[in-house]
């Protein structure tokens, strides 16, 4: 308060020293007296910092020494590590099949219904049968006529045989004969033809699932008449138990799939939704393409899943992971320790002494957000996962621990007397 009673007695001396001089220039001498008012108020009001971030009286002060970092660390495993190729699949059913009608009629009834599971063989619809027996019929009566004459020419044909032996008939009556009973066998043969495509019509009237598989949604309602062959036709059926998935891999990483694959392995295959948080099945790779994509440099591949629970549905896009290889005995560290640098790759790992050394390294292979080092470290060795920005070498540093502290016990609560 003393330094500022000087001040402010100054600025009163100046200002009545400057009552002389011309009405601008007084203006602009006080204007600069109250400045100086303004600041002397300032800095007697200003108090000076208690301590600072590090606490009051730290014990690096006055040492000229750095405050110890504090760091998260993980310590480098010895373990296998699978490698996996990532790529985006396709869900294709095996086979697809559009169910159809082969004759023509109304619809009398249907044994389905919709998104069901069928079995091979399963009655799916009925059409009408009667116009189909009506056929049958005819052609079974025209059979049996047939084979009525044929008999009657086979008797005649033994007749002329001994005649002819009798020397009774001539050569040419003998030769009539025999090709009137070919001629009968033939067109027996031709009614035989015509009662069995009948009846095979009659049996078209019940349409029966060719594959088994899921039902999709009905086409047609009962009732309809109906034609053979539409290319609509009554439902299709999806083969959903087992099913495939069809993805790419690229050009550069065939060595990696077409080795195990040619030496008998199979190599596994994990499917993934799209956010790769849930893995929706299991399966092995069945086949791969034979030539690469021009236009993208990639190879098509086929992989198989049970799908018991059809947790795959036809055309859904999933995230395919297929195990090529697995590294036995790799020293493995967290992707996020690593930093690149002029010097190459290295880590920070933590000695003895709590202090912060560079340590050079070379990478193997990595797996999602983990990393193999190939050399540079030990199993064991403390390696700097977070705090990595201000280290140096040599510096101090602080382990940080996610160790949570116990929680106190509460206090017993005391009730006074009325």
Do not use: C
Request: charged share 25%; glycine share 6%.
């Amino acid at each position: 308060m003393k330094r500022s009673q000087r001040f402010l007695r100054l600025a009163l001396n100046l200002m009545s020293a400057l009552t002389a001089p011309s009405r601008k220039r007084w203006f602009i001498y006080a204007l600069v007296a109250l400045l100086f008012v303004a600041g002397a108020w300032y800095f007697s009001l200003k108090k000076k910092p208690e301590g600072n971030r590090w606490g009051p009286n730290p014990a690096w002060a006055g040492t000229g020494k750095s405050p110890a970092m504090p760091v998260r660390v993980v310590k480098a495993e010895r373990r296998d590590l699978a490698v996996h190729l990532k790529a985006i699949g396709s869900v294709t059913p095996l086979n697809t099949v559009t169910v159809q009608s082969r004759v023509d009629g109304e619809l009398m009834r249907l044994h389905f219904a919709e998104g069901q599971w069928v079995e091979k063989g399963q009655l799916l619809a009925e059409i009408d049968p009667e116009t189909y027996r009506i056929r049958l019929a005819q052609a079974e009566g025209q059979l049996r006529q047939n084979q009525a004459q044929v008999q009657t020419a086979r008797a005649d044909l033994e007749r002329f045989q001994l005649l002819y032996e009798k020397q009774l008939v001539t050569s040419q009556q003998m030769e009539a004969q025999q090709a009137l009973v070919r001629e009968r066998e033939g067109a027996l043969a031709s009614d035989q033809a015509a009662a069995d495509n009948a009846r095979l019509q009659l049996a078209y009237t019940r349409i029966e699932a060719p594959i088994a598989g899921r039902l999709g949604l009905r086409r047609v309602d009962q009732g309809n008449l109906i034609r053979a062959n539409t290319t609509t036709g009554l439902v299709t059926i999806t083969q959903t138990r087992p099913i495939a998935v069809m993805s790419t891999v690229p050009e550069v990483d065939l060595p990696k799939v077409l080795e195990p694959l040619r030496a008998g392995e199979q190599l596994a295959v994990e499917a993934w939704d799209r956010g790769e948080q849930k893995l929706l099945a299991r399966g092995t790779l069945t086949n791969v393409d034979n030539q690469i994509d021009l236009a993208t440099g990639t190879l098509k591949i086929k992989a198989e899943f049970p799908n018991e629970d059809e947790s795959l549905f036809p055309n859904q896009f999933v995230n395919i992971r297929l195990k090529v290889r697995t590294l036995t005995d790799a020293v493995v560290i967290p992707s996020a320790a690593v930093q690149f640098g002029s010097r190459g790759t290295y880590v920070f790992v933590i000695n003895e002494k709590n202090q912060a050394t560079v340590r050079d390294i070379v990478l193997g292979a990595a797996e999602g957000l983990e990393q193999a080092v190939t050399s540079g470290l030990a199993p064991g060795d403390a390696v700097v996962l977070e705090g990595i920005d201000r280290l140096r070498e040599g510096r101090d540093v602080v382990v940080v621990t996610d160790t949570p502290a116990a929680n106190p016990a509460p206090a017993p609560v005391v009730r006074k007397k009325k």
